[in-house]
């Protein structure tokens, strides 16, 4: 079984940054497509970005293209997720998820989750 746990979560203001991040176990990181999701209270989890294996073909969700960045670090075990000029639209609790090979904006296709991490933006 592979483990995620997402760090870095935190309350910020309105344009200001924070960098998530999920530490994973198992020897088979490198070979897993990646990908953070949110799901604010009563809303529907929704994809935010995904990375392949590689570290290149990135992929966002519309809502956060241009002011998010996913990256990872194979030789750590750890995917990134960098968050710039943060809205209150931002607020939601973020999940790190580990798939196949291929990336997905699907939920089902993520074998495993983290435990989450809350980010809250004010105005």
């Known amino acids: 079984q ?16 924070l960098r998530l991040s999920c530490a994973a176990s198992g020897r088979a990181f490198s070979t897993y497509a990646m990908g953070w999701f949110r799901q604010a209270a009563g809303k529907e989890r929704e994809f935010v970005a995904a990375i392949r294996w590689s570290g290149g073909s ?14 990872r670090d194979n030789a750590k075990n750890t995917v ?3 968050m710039n000029s943060l809205k209150p639209e931002d607020t ?3 999940y790190c998820a580990a798939g196949p090979t291929f990336p997905s904006v699907v939920t089902g296709a993520y ?11 004010s105005s």
């Open 2 to 17: 592979v483990q995620l746990v997402e760090s870095g979560g935190g309350l910020v203001q309105a344009g200001g940054s």
């Open 58 to 71: 990135t992929y966002y969700a519309d809502s956060v293209k241009g002011r998010f960045t996913i990256s």
């Open 80 to 82: 990134y997720l960098q």
């Open 92 to 94: 939601a609790v973020y």
């Open 111 to 121: 074998r495993y989750w983290g435990q989450g991490t809350q980010v809250t933006v």
